[in-house]
């Protein structure tokens, strides 16, 4: 298994992709993960709602968490796309500023 960063501010988009993927398929539950297409988006969607669950049983908002994750993943999307090619413009760069 990739050594992954212990901070996660030093985590690679990629690694961040392998991080939840070794968490998918950590638990039973989220089984079969792979579908003829690829990893089935189900399991990961299933994996989320737990989250969601542990949330509210902290006392934490769930949309509060879904709101702070979609800000931090265009945040992580949009400085990948600027230390792989700073001048240029990308397709998540153009869908991410939409929104």
């Known amino acids: 298994m990739t ?3 212990k901070n996660n501010e030093d985590f690679t ?3 961040r992709a392998t991080a939840a993927l070794a968490a998918l398929e950590r638990v039973d539950k989220y089984q079969p993960l792979h579908t003829q297409e690829g990893i089935d988006p189900d399991s990961i ?13 902290n006392q934490i908002e769930p949309d ?3 709101e702070t994750a979609k800000i931090n993943f265009q ?9 792989e ?6 397709p998540e760069r153009e869908k991410y500023a939409k929104s």
Not at 45 to 55: E, I, N
């Open 75 to 83: 945040a992580e999307v949009e400085e990948e796309a600027q230390v």
């Open 64 to 66: 509060y968490v879904i």
């Open 45 to 57: 969607a299933d994996l989320v709602a737990d989250l969601l669950h542990l949330a509210r049983r």
């Open 85 to 90: 090619n700073p001048e240029e413009p990308t």
């Open 13 to 15: 988009n990629e690694q």
């Open 3 to 5: 050594e992954l960063p």
